[in-house]
């Protein structure tokens, strides 16, 4: 059975349902390893979903104080979610989740995974009803996401397609999207830093494949890329979610390996 390390958590410190230490405490009746923490980042404009600055503070304090009293049965991290978007900087935390979760246009800023009607209403209002502009000006965000947040992770690299397999908005393997997310990744992978398998979405029943999608996965492997598993939890019953058979999957499509956070740095580990 493969060995459970999450990065990728959130809690009641933005918009996660259980407490840090109930995450913790959920962690180590999963058998995992390891847990790292991922609070969302402050963003000016929302704070409808993130910490807020003097709550990622306490979490900060929270999350050391849980490192202490838990460190012989699990390691625990204190990472952020950094968003595009946001202006916090990622100093003090033990790493960093680099993640789009709006398109900037006309000033405006523009949530991909709020919901599908909202997506249909600014690709008709903002992109001339055209979805592939709208994916393209998503895709080219995605492309400056470690540039811009100097993070350690690439997060749900395919974000905008969250609702699309129950409310199909792009068809996935039209070439002018392909092309876009393809373009992105070959911007990313330079870099050298991990893309996550992100099992968030297949969790609440919206998509049947992760976060990158099977065929973006594929042409991830063949570039080289690495991986790094996530269950992007916001709940305790999330924790781990479908990683065995997304280490399957990642076999079978050629990855070797995978990367988890030590207090070292990254560290390469079988599938």
């Not at 402050?42 to 910490?51: G, H, I, K, P, V």
């Not at 709006?102 to 995974?113: F, R, S, T």
């Not at 092309?179 to 893309?195: H, T, V």
Request: proline residues 3%; hydrophobic residues 35%; charged residues 25%.
């Amino acid at each position: 059975m493969i060995a459970k390390a999450n990065f990728h958590t959130h809690t009641t410190f933005c918009d996660g349902k259980n407490t840090a230490e109930e995450m913790v405490l959920a962690a180590i009746e999963k058998g995992l390893s390891a847990l790292g923490f991922s609070g969302h980042s402050y963003t000016f404009f929302d704070e409808s979903y993130c910490m807020s600055k003097a709550g990622t503070r306490e979490y900060q304090k929270e999350i050391q104080h849980l490192k202490g009293l838990y460190s012989h049965k699990i390691a625990i991290y204190c990472g952020v979610e950094q968003d595009f978007y946001s202006r916090e900087p990622i100093t003090g935390f033990d790493y960093a989740i680099g993640s789009v979760h709006y398109i900037k246009k006309e000033g405006m800023y523009l949530p991909v995974d709020e919901g599908a009607e909202i997506i249909e209403r600014d690709i008709r209002t903002l992109f001339a009803g055209n979805p592939y502009a709208y994916a393209k000006a998503y895709f080219e965000t995605v492309a400056e996401i470690l540039e811009t947040t100097g993070a350690d992770i690439i997060g749900h690299f395919d974000l905008l397609a969250k609702y699309n397999e129950k409310n199909p908005i792009f068809d996935a393997k039209e070439k002018g999207y392909r092309d876009c997310g393809i373009s992105a990744m070959e911007a990313l992978l330079p870099y050298g830093k991990p893309f996550e398998i992100n099992t968030g979405a297949m969790y609440r029943g919206l998509r049947t494949e992760a976060y990158p999608s099977t065929d973006f996965l594929k042409e991830i492997q063949k570039r080289g890329g690495k991986i790094l598993l996530s269950s992007d939890s916001h709940d305790c019953a999330s924790l781990g979610y479908c990683f065995a058979e997304m280490a399957a999957l990642a076999r079978d499509i050629g990855f070797r390996s995978r990367l988890v956070w030590t207090s070292q740095g990254f560290e390469e580990v079988g599938l």
